[in-house]
């Protein structure tokens, strides 16, 4: 089994940046993908970000590219998400997630694991 914990979340002003972790345990070994996904109030769940973790491949939405940085540590099975040039529609509950030997990364329902989620409000 695999538990993820997610820290970072924040309030921070336009331009602002904020970097969330996502911590794993447990099983994490394989051929696994570790994504960020976001849901704002009203709002289907979004794809931000995803990193396959033995390649180091990376797949970022449009909305964020050139301004969020997924990464990972592998001694710490950790994946960060460094957002800069923060704006209001960033504002969502951020959650990690962890799949495992997935051909797509932008399909929430293909993920197994997830964190509890994580608050980033932006202020204009």
């Known amino acids: 089994q695999v538990q993820l914990v997610e820290s970072g979340g924040g309030l921070v002003q336009a331009g602002g940046s904020l970097r969330l972790s996502c911590a794993a345990s447990?099983?994490?070994?394989?051929?696994?993908?570790m994504g960020w996904f976001r849901q704002a109030p009203g709002k289907e769940r979004e794809f931000v970000a995803a990193?396959?973790?033995?390649?180091?491949?990376?797949y970022y939405t449009d909305s964020v590219k050139d301004r969020f940085t997924i990464s990972r540590d592998n001694a710490k099975n950790t994946e960060y998400l460094q957002m800069n040039s923060l704006k209001p529609e960033d504002t969502a509950v951020y959650y990690c997630?962890?799949?495992?030997?997935?051909?797509?990364?932008?399909?929430?329902?293909?993920?197994?694991?997830w964190g509890q989620g994580t608050q980033v409000t932006v202020s204009s």
């Open positions: 990193i396959r973790w033995s390649s180091g491949n990376t």
């Open positions: 997630s962890l799949a495992r030997a997935i051909a797509v990364v932008t399909i929430p329902r293909l993920y197994d694991y």
């Open positions: 447990g099983r994490t070994f394989g051929n696994i993908v």
